[in-house]
Structure formats: structure tokens, C-alpha cells
């Protein structure tokens, strides 16, 4: 979204603040988005695990600024895609593998299910 059409979407701040204001600048846009990602990726992250069922596990890493992001998604017994998480490390390694599962574990996912996992063919994983 251009910051031009920003405003259309931003929280409402109130009709006094909306009558004054005339546009939002650059810097503005790019701190809410910051905002907004980082709480969005919190919930994400801790978000409890305990009622999901899952079919499928799709992990696959990717590359973003000489650092990897393994990202796991799952699909419910019911077909439904859910995110899971998004994991940072410096490689696709056995160790950032490990913690992902284990992270998910630790939020409450039954390792005991059986579970379809999906992956790319990365040996880490």
C-alpha cells in the first residue's frame, strides 16, 4: 500500500485529530507497520497449541539478509491452514530445527499425533 492511501486504513484517532491532519508522513507508516508486525508476531509465538490437531506440518527456510527464517505451517484435521511460527537462526541447521519443534511442543502441541510433515528436502530439517 502506497503511504498516499495509508490514512484510508490507519486506526480511527477521532474527528478533532482527522479534521487537523492532513497526511501521514514516511517515518510514521514505517513505525506502525514495525508496531504492529512485532505484536502480531508475539501473539503468534505465544499462542497455546494444546487444542490443535493436526494433519500436516509444512517447515521451510528462507534466506532474508544473510539470515535464515524457518517458517512451520500446519493444516488442521479439518483442512483449515494455520501458521504456526517463524523461527530465526544463521543457517537451516539440525539446532534451529530442534528449537522450533521443541518450541512448539513447549506451547502446547501433542507430539504424539500423527502428523504429516512436509519439508524441502534441507537435511537440517
Avoid: C, H, Y
Avoid at 81 to 89: A, F, S
Avoid at 112 to 122: K, P, S
Amino acid at each position: 500500500m502506497s503511504t498516499r492511501k495509508f490514512a484510508r486504513v490507519a486506526e480511527p484517532v477521532g474527528e478533532p485529530v482527522e479534521r487537523t491532519s492532513s497526511s501521514k508522513r514516511k517515518s510514521t507508516v514505517s513505525e506502525m507497520f514495525i508496531e504492529k508486525t512485532r505484536t502480531a508476531l508475539g501473539e503468534l509465538m505465544a499462542r497455546r497449541l494444546e487444542d490443535m490437531r493436526l494433519a500436516v506440518m509444512m517447515l521451510d527456510g528462507l534466506e532474508i539478509a544473510g539470515r535464515v527464517q524457518v517458517v512451520a505451517l500446519g493444516v488442521t484435521t479439518e483442512g483449515v491452514n494455520v501458521p504456526l511460527g517463524l523461527w530465526e537462526g544463521s543457517t537451516e541447521n539440525a539446532t534451529l530445527a530442534r528449537s522450533l519443534l521443541a518450541d512448539l511442543v513447549d506451547r502446547g502441541l501433542d507430539p504424539g499425533q500423527a502428523i504429516l510433515f512436509v519439508l524441502d528436502g534441507g537435511k537440517a530439517l
